[in-house]
């Protein structure tokens, strides 16, 4: 199979290549400060006494810059990059483009000065303020007006599924922030939001678990079907597969959220809700799963000694896990021990560092050799930087699934005359905490693989330029 | 397996050269599917129509069947009190000092009593707790025998009526 030409001048690459720079930058910041968190669960004076460095303003300051920064430029950098070669036309407009990184890049900053600072909205992954709040809608609609632009202005009448998978992105989370921030402002700083109580809660976690659908999930998939068939150069294994498992996943996520609100006072009946729609939601998951891996059916000699792909396998198969596990934490009996608990962080990394993580690497690794048109600086650092980030996954999940399930069952613990056996919340604490100590120690590898990750990009991309065809990083292995 | 399998859509150059084939929907996924929707659909059904129940009757059940502690009719004997100090030091001292001369909670060893200086208010007191005052709810963490002998150590050391 021939190389298709990369930088065509056609396309607007620089655009990709700053999403790329700002994905790395923010990731590495972002990782940085989910290690610190790490190190104070697990030993306290490294909170330092400090309020800007206490727990409670950095926690949002890791939530923000991991899902918005990293994530976010991750996914437009790919979208940009992928649209354009799809569509077979440059981006609709460049000032729109501009705008959008630029404007991306000052909200980030906006976050990482005010959240260290203590100004918050006080709802899980929507925590900055109203003025914040509102750029980000201006950035998010010069991005979807670019997007769309872009669609209109294709060369090709197909749209590829990749696409689809972006534009369930694009409008689901134009309405979410939207609907979730609807505030009345009091200040520069301070506002009340325009729903009270039980419904503000409903309405909060409506939100959460579609931002995590609709950001960490569907254009992640997005990214799995143009880059992971790109790498492989194999076809993929079912059309009729990704369209019905594309709509079972936007037709079902919506109304999974009240699974965040279980044993709350929400009525029954919508919790109810919330279960069924999260157990439903397994079959569509896995076919996202299994068009992955049986893609790859006949490129499997090529995972062997290609970074790229080993990414893609491994960030597929803890998309399978993650999707088997969160339906079955669902499940009223089950979540009855796994909330409040590490469990769910447990979950939640398995989600972010295993799945968004490693296809975002794995999608880096591929990319950057034809966006700066040189050969990887090195292919064994991209190796090595797997298996760090691999071993560091399963050290961090599997000392948070120990250390959930402890405490859940120590909290629940009673002895014959029906008395807490544990009645001292520090108990739990004591218990945990060399639990706490092996996450930090996985997170620190993954965070290493990141930097090496950083390094080996700043050298591909200031290496001396290399006239001939962009090589696929495979093959200087072989 | 069957001619139908793996056979090319031909979409490849509307999509920067991946191809897609047409392979049917695995048989074992999309048993999954169903089965899902069924356990699903008959979840709710059960739940809420057939055999109705909710989380509050789901509590108020657990409580009923949960083991009860038996009750301890409180009596100031010498080992009440010795096993009752050793509770107070535990859990007491943070609040009430190590003396019983008060802190964030009241003196426990003067003559002024807010909820009563009886052997039997003071069980009342620390068994039910003083939520909005800060006095915490003792009962369900410490169970009625060592809330017996620690209002036995309470009852000697201070002015108990
Ligand atoms: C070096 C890597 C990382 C480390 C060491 C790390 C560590 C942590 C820690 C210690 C917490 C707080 C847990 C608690 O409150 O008990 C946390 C929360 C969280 N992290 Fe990370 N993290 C890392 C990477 C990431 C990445 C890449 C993402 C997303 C793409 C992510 C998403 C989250 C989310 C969403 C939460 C909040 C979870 C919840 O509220 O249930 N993290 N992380
Ligand atoms: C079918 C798919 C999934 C279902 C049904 C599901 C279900 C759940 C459930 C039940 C919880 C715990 C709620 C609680 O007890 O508080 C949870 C938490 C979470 N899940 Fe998932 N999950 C799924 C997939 C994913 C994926 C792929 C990711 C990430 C990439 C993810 C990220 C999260 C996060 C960030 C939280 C923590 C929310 C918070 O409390 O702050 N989930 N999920």
């Known amino acids: 199979m021939t190389e298709t030409p990369t930088a065509t001048p056609d396309y607007d690459d620089q655009t990709v290549r700053n999403f790329v720079v700002a994905t790395i930058t923010w990731g590495m910041v972002g990782m940085l400060v989910g290690a610190i968190l790490a190190l104070q669960l697990a030993w306290w004076p490294a909170n330092l006494g400090l309020p800007w460095t206490s727990f409670g303003r950095l926690r949002p300051l890791h939530t923000n810059a991991v899902i918005f920064a990293f994530t976010g430029n991750a996914l437009f950098a790919g979208i940009y990059y992928s649209l354009q070669r799809l569509l077979k036309t440059r981006l609709w407009s460049d000032k729109l483009s501009t705008v959008h990184f630029w404007g991306w890049q000052a909200i980030i900053v906006s976050a990482a000065v005010t959240l260290p600072l ?154 109810t809700l919330g279960m069924v729609f999260s157990i439903m939601l397994i079959a569509p998951s896995w076919g996202g799963m299994l068009n992955g891996l049986l893609t790859l059916r006949g490129a499997w000699d090529k995972v062997r000694v290609d970074p790229v792909l080993k990414f893609f396998v491994v960030g597929i198969t803890f998309y399978g896990m993650s999707t088997f596990e969160g339906p079955m934490m669902s499940i009223r009996s089950v979540n009855a021990l796994s909330h409040y608990t590490d469990w769910t962080i447990a979950h939640v990394h398995e989600g972010a560092l295993g799945w968004v993580g490693m296809t975002i690497f794995g999608m880096l690794y591929w990319m950057v050799p034809r966006l700066w048109n040189r050969p990887l600086h090195s292919v064994p650092m991209a190796t090595t930087h797997f298996w760090l980030a691999t071993v560091g996954i399963v050290l961090y999940i599997v000392a948070m699934w120990t250390a959930g399930v402890t405490q859940g069952l120590m909290w629940r613990a009673t002895d014959a005359e029906g008395l807490l056996r544990y009645p001292n919340f520090i108990d739990t604490v004591v218990a945990l905490n060399p639990f706490y100590w092996i996450r930090l120690i996985g997170g620190l590898m993954y965070l290493t693989g990141m930097i090496m990750l950083a390094w080996n990009v700043f050298k591909t991309a200031t290496a001396p330029l290399n006239n001939q065809a962009p090589a696929g990083t495979a093959k200087e292995v072989a | 397996m069957s001619g139908e399998q793996d056979r ?41 129509f057939l055999r109705p129940t909710s989380e509050a009757l789901e509590y108020d059940a657990e409580v009923a069947a949960a083991p009860k502690a038996a009750s301890v009719e409180a009596s100031i004997t010498p080992e009440a009190v010795a096993a009752g100090k050793e509770v107070f030091m535990t859990n007491c001292v943070a609040c009430h000092g190590a003396d019983l001369h008060g802190g964030i909670g009241p003196n426990l060893t003067d003559e002024t009593w807010i909820h009563g200086g009886k052997l039997t208010d003071i069980v009342t007191t620390i068994t039910n707790g003083v939520a909005a005052k800060g006095m915490p709810t003792w009962g369900p963490v410490l169970g009625p025998k060592k809330i017996a002998d620690v209002a036995a150590f309470v009852h000697e050391q201070g002015g108990g009526q």
């Open chain 1, 118 to 271: 203590g100004y918050t909205e006080g709802k899980e992954y929507a925590e900055l303020i109203w003025p914040i709040d509102l750029a980000i809608a201006v950035v998010w609609l010069a991005f979807a007006a670019n997007f769309f632009g872009t669609v209109a202005i294709r060369k090709v009448k197909h749209l590829y599924v990749a696409i689809w998978f972006y534009m369930s992105m694009v409008i689901t989370i134009t309405v979410l922030h939207v609907v979730n921030n609807l505030a009345m402002p009091a200040s520069l700083t301070r506002s009340y939001p325009v729903f009270a109580g039980l419904t503000d809660a409903l309405v909060q976690w409506w939100y959460g678990h579609n931002a995590v659908g609709f950001l960490l999930t569907t254009p992640i998939l997005g990214l799995m079907y143009y880059f992971l068939p790109r790498a492989a150069e194999r076809p993929v294994y079912s059309y009729r597969l990704s369209i019905v498992h594309f709509w079972g996943l936007v037709f079902l996520y919506i109304w999974a959220g009240p699974h965040h609100l279980l044993y709350s006072a929400l009525p029954d009946w919508a919790q």
């Open chain 2, 8 to 48: 090319l859509l031909g979409h490849a150059d509307e999509a920067d050269g991946i191809d897609e084939y047409d392979n049917k929907l695995p048989a074992w996924w999309v048993g999954l599917f169903i089965g899902c929707i069924i356990f699903a659909v008959g979840y709710g059904l059960d739940r809420h």
